[in-house]
């Protein structure tokens, strides 16, 4: 099936290197909303990193003029304009850059894509929750930029990646594992993104799909998993609370907090989803 799926990916590169976007271009966003596209977005304005790196990597960065505060990857975007963040968002900035499209987070920016749309700007709120989606998104927004041979490129070498990845641990034994996204604490459930990145990578998530892609979890439900692998935190901070000390993965040390670079890596559903599963 993956040579297949790889397969037919090449044969869309061809398809759509022939191809370019046929303007003006309607697509729905992840709040309901069809979003028309009149012609090729020139100048683009992105709230969510995990976006303006997707951008970069298809060829759409030289597009951005407008970048949120967390965005700092790759180098390039040291020189475009900061707009505030998706929660706290520089709104006359914004307006003031002219953009002809705005990308936004859709699960904390509805009333954000209402205002700017409100002043007549093109807005699109959409972001990768799963493992796949990560790959959905990445093509329609080489749709809509008219980069589709860069997201096909894109998508094709990232699963060449990370299926390299899945067969490097294939034969080993799953381990339980733990992954703290802060210290509420909220952790990752299995049918998230990052989940599905614990899985492949060879572990086995303690928490259930019930509770959610991104939930707050118990901490006794972490103490009664006895998890293997802690990913997150540091083993100091796992010693210090209730319970804890005497989990295998703090007993033998396997409590792994990754870097600033990592994490991003992680946190962030776009092109490094190869980083993230590696790290």
Do not use: C
Not at 15 to 25: C, F, I, N, R, V
Not at 156 to 173: F, G, H, I, T, Y
């Amino acid at each position: 099936m993956k040579k297949l799926f790889l397969a037919a990916l090449g044969g869309l590169t061809l398809l759509s290197s022939a191809q370019a976007t046929k303007y003006p271009l309607t697509v729905t966003d992840d709040l309901g909303r069809r979003v028309t596209l009149k012609a090729e977005p020139k100048r683009i304005v992105t709230l969510l990193p995990s976006h303006t790196e997707t951008l970069f990597a298809i060829g759409a960065g030289g597009k951005l003029v407008g970048i949120d505060e967390y965005s700092n990857y790759p180098r390039e975007t040291a020189g475009i304009t900061k707009v505030g963040s998706g929660f706290q968002p520089d709104i006359e900035k914004i307006v003031a850059l002219k953009p002809d499209l705005v990308l936004v987070d859709e699960s904390s920016s509805a009333r954000l894509a209402e205002k700017l749309s409100a002043v007549g700007l093109t807005v699109y709120g959409g972001t990768p929750q799963t493992y796949n989606e990560v790959f959905e998104k990445i093509v329609v927004l080489g749709k809509m930029t008219n980069r589709e041979t860069g997201a096909t490129n894109l998508v094709v070498k990232m699963r060449r990646e990370l299926s390299a990845l899945e067969r490097s641990v294939v034969n080993r034994p799953k381990v339980s594992t733990y992954f703290e996204v802060d210290p509420t604490p909220y952790s990752v459930g299995p049918n998230s993104y990052i989940g599905t990145l614990i899985t492949r990578g060879g572990g086995r998530n303690i928490v259930p799909a019930s509770l959610g892609d991104f939930p707050k979890v118990d901490p006794e439900l972490v103490v009664r998993a006895n998890p293997q692998v802690m990913i997150g935190l540091t083993v100091n901070e796992a010693r210090r609370r209730p319970g804890w000390s005497n989990l295998q993965a703090v007993r033998s040390g396997r409590v792994y907090q990754p870097t600033n670079a990592e994490r991003d890596a992680i946190a962030r559903p776009g092109p490094r989803l190869p980083e993230a599963m590696r790290a």
